[in-house]
């Protein structure tokens, strides 16, 4: 029996701002974790791409307001930074 992935542990080292904004990242985080792995069967970041990350924010966000999308890609911005991939995502949240 394995161990499930902790977000939390994960993202300590890049976690910054106050205690709410932290909490608000990891359950964004853990959100995108759950629709990536139901779409693709990929169970931690380490197995994401850009690709998965891009389609989570193009297609599941699309009929979210533009302040949702945009605090998202803050989340995957933070996840990309911990990640140490140098991926640029558009945000085409108008805020």
């Known amino acids: 029996m394995s161990k499930p992935f902790d977000l939390e ?9 106050s205690y709410v904004t932290r909490q608000r990242h990891l359950r964004q985080a853990r959100i995108i ?8 069967h990929r169970e931690t970041p380490w197995l994401w791409q850009r690709k998965h990350v891009t389609w989570f924010l193009e297609h599941r966000l699309n009929r979210r307001s533009n302040a949702t999308r945009y605090y998202y890609l803050l989340t995957a911005r933070l996840l ?3 990640l140490e991939r140098p991926w640029v995502f558009k945000c085409k949240a108008k805020i």
């Open 9 to 17: 542990l994960f993202l300590a080292g890049v976690l910054t701002g």
């Open 33 to 40: 974790q759950t629709e990536i792995a139901k779409r693709w």
């Open 80 to 82: 990309a930074r911990r």
